[in-house]
């Protein structure tokens, strides 16, 4: 159980795709379709990855990560794996590993999720860039560094919740409009048109939200 979680985000479930699980969030179109996929894509899909990330997170912020990845009951997260050693060594023994078995569909009773939270993170004692481009490179494993995994960036100071779930796009949710107003505004190019409507209905209004849950809105 995680109670900020529970407390902040009342049965989320933290899985892809975070935009659809959530009412409050942003979707951004991080790989650009009029780009070939190429070195100049990759770059460019890095470039507004972090720019929004950064956007998100501020040197005095609270953070934690959550990483993930399928198990057929046997594969583990190692404490060699990728996603540890962009993370301060003095960090890492605050991990907590867990098996979950309530997101996505599982067909056999041996398979899971491997989880580890990592939490009381700063943004000095992460490597996020470096994660960052792995997680675009996640379909493209001829590219270095590339990543098996979900990464999901929480703001515990602003309640945020980030995550880029490959090349084509990064989920920014929130459990109160008034923390993402800004991004919406700053980076609203990049939103993705699509749900853009969607997004317009949220986050156009004036209205400033008083600060309750949520998820528990209508």
């Given at each position: 159980m995680n109670?900020?979680?529970d ?5 989320l479930?933290?899985e892809?795709?975070l935009?659809?699980n959530w009412t ?5 179109e ?11 894509y ?12 950064e ?13 993930q ?6 594969k583990k997260?190692?404490k ?6 962009q993370i301060e060594s003095?960090k890492?023994?605050l ?11 599982l067909?056999?009773?041996s398979?899971?999720w491997k ?5 009381n993170?700063?943004l ?6 470096n994660i ?8 493209f494993?001829?590219r270095?560094?590339?990543?098996s995994g979900?990464?999901f960036?929480?703001?515990k100071s602003k309640n945020?919740?980030v995550n880029?779930y ?6 920014v949710i ?5 923390e ?10 990049w939103?993705l048109n699509?749900?853009?409507n969607?997004m317009?209905?949220?986050?156009s ?5 008083t ?6 809105k209508k």
């Amino acid at each position: 159980m995680n109670s900020y979680l529970d407390e902040h985000f009342p049965k989320l479930k933290i899985e892809k795709p975070l935009f659809y699980n959530w009412t409050i969030g942003l979707r951004f179109e991080i790989g650009q379709d009029e780009l070939e996929v190429n070195d100049e894509y990759f770059n460019a899909a890095h470039e507004r990855a972090v720019s929004i990330f950064e956007a998100v997170f501020s040197q005095k912020d609270e953070i934690e990560i959550i990483y993930q990845q399928y198990s057929d009951g046997r594969k583990k997260i190692r404490k060699s794996s990728f996603v540890f050693k962009q993370i301060e060594s003095t960090k890492i023994g605050l991990a907590h590993y867990s098996d979950v078995r309530n997101i996505y569909e599982l067909d056999y009773k041996s398979e899971c999720w491997k989880r580890v939270n990592i939490p009381n993170l700063s943004l000095n004692s992460i490597d996020y860039k470096n994660i960052l481009l792995s997680l675009i490179h996640t379909d493209f494993g001829c590219r270095s560094p590339s990543i098996s995994g979900e990464c999901f960036f929480i703001n515990k100071s602003k309640n945020i919740i980030v995550n880029l779930y490959d090349d084509r796009g990064m989920d920014v949710i929130s459990a109160s409009k008034n923390e993402l107003i800004s991004l919406y505004k700053s980076h609203n190019d990049w939103l993705l048109n699509y749900v853009r409507n969607k997004m317009n209905l949220v986050f156009s209004s004036s209205t400033i939200e008083t600060p309750i849950v949520a998820g528990l809105k209508k």
